[in-house]
């Protein structure tokens, strides 16, 4: 049966990752107040149910025929709504897109503890059956075998937004096989990390296909998907068999109402927590790993973590205390030649 060995939700309340900023459920109940019909905040910022629900398309049919189902009223809202939040990250200067930013330097020393934190300790555990936020110590993980991307779309998310979507896909793909030197590709059908990009109605059915993709999955990784709260932009879960320190499959799922900058910002965290950087740590800068909304891109400190996890010389199943001095003379190789 696999095992969910990583969870990496971008919890965001209000467009900013859930701790990631004093006072973002605020900004998020003030921004739900401007929604109309369905789609609304519970007082604990869970989402309120369909008042009118939609009949939903059959499980795996997920509009890959070319034919674009109208959106439902919910997911109009939840247009509005995250394209409210989108407009106020950027205006609060958030969501940058620069990769190398002068105004963010960081050293070997920094370079290190952030990956330690990000790499070797997980954001969320399994208790009871519910994911809870919770920092805990954990080991290496990454992929042993090829990672093949495939891309599926709800069948009302709109023709020219697969299109640009597959484009960010595939040639962010590129990006991580070249960070991390581990084999990357986009693949039409048969892949070992699956790509969702879906509206309201269609995330909340997804259960059976989710069971498809990745037959024994458990029920707290398909409930934390289909019951995504509206303060959860995207979420991605990484499999290992058993206990296994590598993983064998991953679903990403990412809310097709997002506006361009939220939804380029999603892939590019969930595909590269998915490659096995788990965690979000607060003090990395410059990067998308630290739950701030500052970044919306892999910056060139992101990809230098990626090529540190991936680096021969450390080992799936690694405790910080194993991996700590390999990550330190790594590091410093990198920076001497970024130097």
């Known amino acids: 049966m696999p095992h969910a060995a990583c969870i990496a939700p971008a919890m965001r309340r209000g467009?900013?990752?859930?701790g990631r900023l004093t006072g973002a459920f605020a900004l998020?109940?003030?921004?739900?107040?401007?929604?109309?019909?369905?789609?609304?905040?519970?007082?604990?910022?869970?989402?309120?149910?369909?008042?009118?629900p939609r009949p939903t398309p059959a499980p795996g049919d997920l509009g890959e025929n070319g034919l674009v189902m109208p959106p439902s009223p919910e997911s109009q809202a939840v247009r509005a709504y995250y394209t409210q939040v989108a407009q106020t990250l950027e205006g609060q200067g958030l969501l940058r897109q620069d990769v190398a930013p002068r105004d963010a330097p960081f050293g070997t020393r920094q370079l290190v503890d952030n990956f330690i934190h990000v790499a070797l300790y997980d954001e969320y555990s399994n208790r009871g059956?519910?994911?809870?936020?919770?920092?805990?110590?954990?080991?290496?993980?990454?992929?042993?075998?090829?990672?093949?991307?495939?891309?599926?779309?709800?069948?009302?998310?709109?023709?020219?937004?697969?299109?640009?979507?597959?484009?960010?896909?595939?040639?962010?793909?590129?990006?991580?096989?070249?960070?991390?030197?581990?084999p990357v590709q986009v693949t039409p059908t048969g892949g070992n990390f699956n790509i969702l990009v879906l509206n309201e109605d269609e995330r909340r059915a997804a259960g059976p296909r989710l069971q498809q993709l990745v037959p024994g999955i458990d029920r707290a990784s398909l409930q934390a998907i289909t019951d995504l709260a509206p303060?959860?932009?995207?979420?991605?879960?990484?499999?290992?068999?058993?206990a296994a320190p590598n993983y064998s499959r991953a679903?990403?799922?990412?809310?097709?109402?997002?506006?361009?900058?939220?939804?380029?910002?999603?892939?590019?965290?969930?595909?590269?927590?998915?490659?096995?950087?788990?965690?979000?740590?607060?003090?990395?800068?410059?990067?998308?790993f630290n739950d701030d909304e500052e970044f919306a891109l892999l910056t060139r400190h992101d990809e230098l973590l990626l090529q540190i996890l991936y680096d021969p010389r450390l080992r799936p199943g690694m405790t910080e205390a194993e991996a700590r001095p390999i990550v330190e003379q790594i590091a410093a190789e990198l920076m001497g030649a970024d130097s």
Request: aromatic share 6%; proline share 8%; hydrophobic share 45%.
């Open 15 to 18: 467009g900013i990752a859930l």
């Open 28 to 52: 998020c109940a003030a921004l739900a107040g401007c929604l109309a019909g369905p789609f609304a905040l519970g007082p604990n910022g869970s989402a309120a149910p369909a008042a009118t």
């Open 129 to 182: 059956g519910t994911f809870v936020a919770a920092q805990t110590a954990s080991r290496l993980r990454r992929w042993e075998v090829p990672v093949r991307m495939s891309v599926e779309f709800g069948p009302s998310v709109p023709m020219a937004q697969r299109r640009a979507d597959r484009a960010a896909i595939s040639a962010y793909a590129g990006k991580l096989a070249r960070a991390s030197r581990h």
């Open 231 to 242: 303060t959860t932009f995207c979420v991605v879960f990484a499999f290992s068999e058993g």
């Open 251 to 288: 679903v990403a799922v990412i809310r097709g109402e997002h506006p361009d900058p939220l939804r380029l910002s999603c892939i590019h965290e969930e595909l590269a927590q998915g490659m096995g950087l788990a965690n979000d740590y607060p003090r990395a800068r410059p990067s998308i």
